[in-house]
């Protein structure tokens, strides 16, 4: 049998978080980051991507003002994770000084500069936007490090019988959106199975869904 890959597996939808300014919102900021990064299948990137928000939060507080209407953006630059800190300040510039390890200030950008692959400051007319950059595992835009769960999965879909979708194209892959759909019949499948052998389906979705969110806390 034709083994069947999935192009686009991945849907990097970018996101964005309104807030202001104050070290209370730091803690929100970050786990909202973990659980987005978690998801996306890049637990790993989580420390060093809630170090930058940390810092790039920090560097708005200190050097703009407390309060600052500010807006975190994580996105994906090809196969690069893209953190985006935006306040409307276009004088109070981020700057990469030389800090002592035991310096209680100065160490931001120089922590920011350690943990990612790149970073820089976009000046509009109203408004800054300063980013950064971290390398993920990724071999293509749209893959995935999604580990051997993953992997098992595309096993079972591509054993599975899809005659009722269309056929893969002549490389064997097929697109997001008829896998998508392959794997949703396959759950109804296995619930009509369950529910024919006397479980309860719902019970067995209960229990799939707490495995799930324990893997991916224990993955985070």
């Known amino acids: 049998m034709q083994m069947i890959y999935v192009d686009e597996c991945v849907k990097w939808k970018p996101w964005g978080l ?29 420390e060093s991507a809630q170090i930058c928000v940390t810092e790039l939060v920090s560097n708005v507080i200190n050097h703009v003002g407390g309060g600052t209407p500010t807006t975190l953006a994580v996105s994906m630059s090809d196969t690069y994770l893209r953190i985006e800190m935006r306040d409307p300040d276009t004088r109070a510039l981020p700057t990469l000084l030389h800090a ?9 950008m120089a922590l920011v500069d350690a943990v990612t692959d790149r970073w820089g400051v976009i000046l509009r007319a109203d408004s800054k936007v300063v980013w950064c950059e971290l390398a993920t595992d990724l071999t293509s835009p749209n893959g995935h490090t999604g580990g051997p769960r993953v992997q098992h999965a595309e096993g079972y879909l591509s054993l599975y019988d899809i005659g009722r979708h269309p056929l893969p194209t002549s490389s064997g892959r097929v697109s997001a959106a008829v896998a998508e759909e392959a794997a949703i019949d396959l759950i109804a499948d296995l619930l009509h199975w369950l529910r024919a052998h006397g479980c309860d389906p719902d019970d067995a979705l209960d229990k799939a869904q707490t495995h799930f969110e324990a893997e991916l806390g224990m993955a985070g």
Do not use: Q
């Open 18 to 46: 309104p807030f202001y300014a104050e070290p209370c919102e730091i803690a929100g900021l970050r786990s909202a980051l973990r659980r987005h990064l978690t998801l996306w299948g890049l637990p790993e990137l989580v």
């Open 100 to 108: 002592e390890f035991d310096a209680e200030s100065g160490r931001g």
